[in-house]
């Protein structure tokens, strides 16, 4: 940002020397290096805010573009929601009304339940080997 020789630099080193005097001079720089510290930091802390507010537009923009997206494809698809029914979840004759629904389950079950059969959820498979 400043660009500053060395003979610059070196030129102006003699010149607070003289207008400062070589007692003060020690003191001096003390107290511009502690400004310029202050300074820096509040660049710092300027620059953090700025980049914060424009990571929360950025977001903000991102998610705004999400949801437009969402929004078309739903339109695109409106039936992704809707239940699919297996082919063979009809009732007798193929009638919608004679499914029955389980208690707690996820599908529909064709037809009255016959005697003996229970209304809960098939029995697992044993896992390891079978013992004759």
């Given amino acids: ?15 607070a020397l003289v207008v400062i005097g070589p007692k003060d001079l020690p003191k001096a720089l003390r ?3 502690k400004w310029v510290g202050r300074a820096r930091g509040m660049a ?3 620059r953090t805010g700025i980049d914060a507010m424009m990571r929360e537009a950025e977001l903000e923009d991102m998610e705004k573009k999400w949801r437009a997206h969402n929004a078309e494809i739903m339109r695109s698809f409106p039936d992704l929601n809707a ?3 297996p082919p063979n979840a009809l009732g007798p004759g193929g009638d919608r ?23 809960g959820p098939p029995e ?3 896992i390891g080997p079978e013992k004759p």
Wanted: aromatic share 6%.
């Fill in 124 to 126: 697992p498979a044993p």
């Fill in 97 to 119: 009304a004679a499914m029955l629904p389980l208690d707690g389950a996820a599908g529909p079950v064709a037809g009255p339940l016959a005697a003996g059969e229970s209304a």
């Fill in 44 to 46: 710092r802390h300027f």
């Fill in 1 to 15: 940002m400043f660009d500053v020789a060395p003979t610059e630099l070196l030129l102006l080193a003699m010149v």
């Fill in 31 to 33: 107290f511009v290096g």
């Fill in 83 to 85: 239940p699919v029914l």
